[in-house]
């Protein structure tokens, strides 16, 4: 059983930074594909991007591309996502998930954090 805590969100002004962080205990992280994700008021949790259990191979939403970037810290547990250029849509709950298996930029992750809020201002 993987659990998951993200923190790092806040209030920010559009175009603006933020470090989103999730820190995982439990089984071996390493051994875990991770992905963020993102729920808008009224709306469907969308895919953010995501990250192979090594760091090799990384997918973004269309949404985030060349603004967001996802990393991850093995020996740190951590995984990260790194926000530039904030705008008012990207205002969400960011979410992080896990999963032993290889779900990419699906939904189908096992494992969910309970979120961290982004608000962006105009």
């Known amino acids: 059983q993987v659990q998951l805590v993200e923190s790092g969100g806040g209030l920010v002004q559009a175009g603006g930074s933020l470090r989103l962080s999730c820190a995982a205990s439990?089984?071996?992280?390493?051994?875990?594909?991770m992905g963020w994700f993102r729920q808008a008021p009224g709306k469907e949790r969308e895919f953010v991007a995501a990250?192979?259990?090594?760091?090799?191979?990384?997918w973004d939403g269309d949404s985030v591309k060349g603004r967001f970037t996802i990393s991850r810290d093995n020996a740190k547990n951590t995984l990260y996502l790194q926000m530039n250029s904030l705008k008012p849509e990207d205002t969400a709950v960011y979410y992080c998930?896990?999963?032993?298996?290889?779900?990419?930029?699906?939904?189908?992750?096992?494992?969910w954090g309970q979120g961290t809020k982004v608000t962006v201002s105009s």
């Open positions: 990250i192979s259990w090594s760091g090799g191979i990384t």
């Open positions: 439990g089984p071996t992280f390493s051994g875990y594909a």
């Open positions: 998930a896990a999963d032993s298996g290889d779900p990419g930029a699906t939904m189908l992750y096992d494992y």
